[in-house]
């Protein structure tokens, strides 16, 4: 068994890794039941189903882009476990929101819970990984890293499929259940207030203001730059989540022409092997590829980092 394996069974981790799991999991369930609900029962036209595909990706992708900076300040400010508990909290009246328009079929409540749902991940999304160095020992930080990603990306793998699997009737009685049980998880995770030693800034909250002068800070450190902006070969992160989020709504938007009728297999094939990927090799990240102690990069994602010499 590697180390990070052996942190599932340690409370100042396993609680962290299940809330992580389970948000993933209901994100998705969530967004591909109501796609496949409006796709296949709602609309009969190609355009509309296009148009509602790629407006759905924006409307959940929208918040990451209003909110990070501040998402971010109150995870350097507050207690991150509080936050997890708060943020948890919400889902669930998001999620009754959520199944209201599953079971009326109501586009526009949908999209509302979308959008919200976008914002719960934006203010967990900094949670997950800042806690870690606080619950973590230094050496186990890189296979808690990977842990969390590998169990993201299976869950988006596995909230994908049962989106496509299930009647969305019972997806809006699943997301509730989903959202009750990552509540208590959340629950469980220790404290973890700011270091004593931290330098807490006072909180802007003006999204644009706080979104420009973190941008700005970014850029005059080239490491840090670097590393939120490329990937390989120096590749823009945007081309790689831009590509990730197209697939699937291309994907689905032809399926119905193609096969006439819901199908568990319409959910999109090429991002499920995308999560499948990723997720594989999360865990690879700790694995040692030559006696010289090269590994895989720390961030956990398959071949997002090139193979650089440990230190």
């Avoid at 109501?34 to 409307?59: R, W």
């Amino acid at each position: 068994m590697t180390p990070s394996l052996r942190l599932i069974g340690k409370r100042r981790f396993l609680p962290l890794f299940v809330t992580q799991f389970l948000g993933a999991f209901n994100d998705n369930l969530f967004k591909t039941a109501m796609v496949m609900l409006v796709t296949y029962q709602i609309y009969n036209d190609p355009a509309k189903e296009a148009s509602f595909n790629a407006i759905a990706g924006g409307i959940f992708i929208l918040p990451f882009f209003l909110f990070s900076a501040l998402s971010g300040q109150l995870a350097d400010s507050h207690d991150k476990a509080r936050i997890i508990r708060t943020v948890k909290s919400a889902e669930i009246v998001i999620m009754i929101c959520g199944a209201a328009g599953l079971l009326l079929s109501s586009i526009p409540v949908m999209l509302a819970a979308l959008f919200a749902m976008g914002v719960h991940s934006t203010f967990f999304g900094p949670i997950k990984y800042a806690i870690l160095p606080q619950h973590l020992q230094h050496d186990e930080v890189l296979g808690g890293t990977g842990m969390i990603e590998a169990g993201t990306y299976g869950a988006i793998l596995l909230g994908t499929i049962a989106g496509g699997l299930i009647p969305h009737d019972t997806a809006a009685i699943g997301v509730l259940v989903i959202a009750v049980i990552g509540r208590i998880a959340g629950a469980q995770v220790p404290a973890a207030p700011p270091e004593p030693d931290a330098n807490v800034p006072r909180i802007d909250w003006h999204i644009i203001r706080s979104s420009i002068t973190l941008v700005s800070a970014t850029l005059h450190i080239p490491r840090l730059f670097l590393a939120i902006a490329a990937y390989p070969g120096n590749r823009p992160v945007t081309i790689y989540h831009a590509t990730s989020a197209a697939i699937p709504s291309v994907s689905t938007d032809r399926s119905p022409s193609s096969h006439g009728g819901p199908d568990p297999m319409k959910t999109p094939v090429p991002f499920q092997f995308r999560s499948a990927a990723t997720a594989v090799g999360s865990r690879c990240c700790e694995i040692n590829l030559t006696p010289a102690g090269l590994q895989l990069g720390g961030t956990g994602r398959a071949g997002n980092r090139p193979i650089l010499p440990s230190r």
